[in-house]
């Protein structure tokens, strides 16, 4: 069974940077798509960054600031790494962590082609 879980949001200044990280036990597929997704309130859900063969993908809103990265796991555990740097007001949102199921690519502009998600983890930037 898979098990994602983010970690590392909080609230932080404008201008101030962030690390967030999603674990996803039981996750056993070396190649699939992973991603952030973000939603603030009373907005749609909104794909932030994604990664699939080591190519990275990212929305406008972020790009330039926010890195994402993902660690091959040392015991069976997939980290994915979510740097946000020179935050901004408008970035405060839940940050969801997502996977593919299976080794397949899953865009960014649809959401519901990841199959395996997290709770959430709330960053909150403050001006």
């Known amino acids: 069974q898979v098990q994602v879980v983010e970690t590392g949001g909080g609230t932080v200044q404008a201008g101030e940077s962030l690390r967030l990280s999603c674990t996803a036990s039981?996750?056993?597929?070396?190649?699939?798509?992973m991603a952030w997704f973000r939603q603030a309130p009373g907005k749609e859900r909104e794909g932030v960054a994604s990664?699939?063969?080591?190519?990275?993908?990212?929305?406008r809103s972020v790009m330039g600031r926010f890195t994402v990265s993902r660690d091959n796991p040392a015991n069976g555990v997939y980290v994915l790494y979510l740097d946000m740097n020179n935050l901004k007001t408008e970035d405060t949102a839940m940050y969801y962590c997502?996977?593919?199921?299976?080794?397949?690519?899953?865009?960014?502009?649809?959401?519901?082609?990841?199959?395996?998600w997290g709770q959430g983890t709330q960053v909150t930037v403050s001006s």
């Open positions: 039981g996750y056993t597929y070396s190649s699939g798509s």
């Open positions: 990664i699939y063969t080591g190519i990275t993908y990212y929305s």
């Open positions: 997502a996977a593919a199921r299976g080794n397949r690519f899953c865009t960014l502009l649809a959401g519901s082609s990841f199959g395996y």
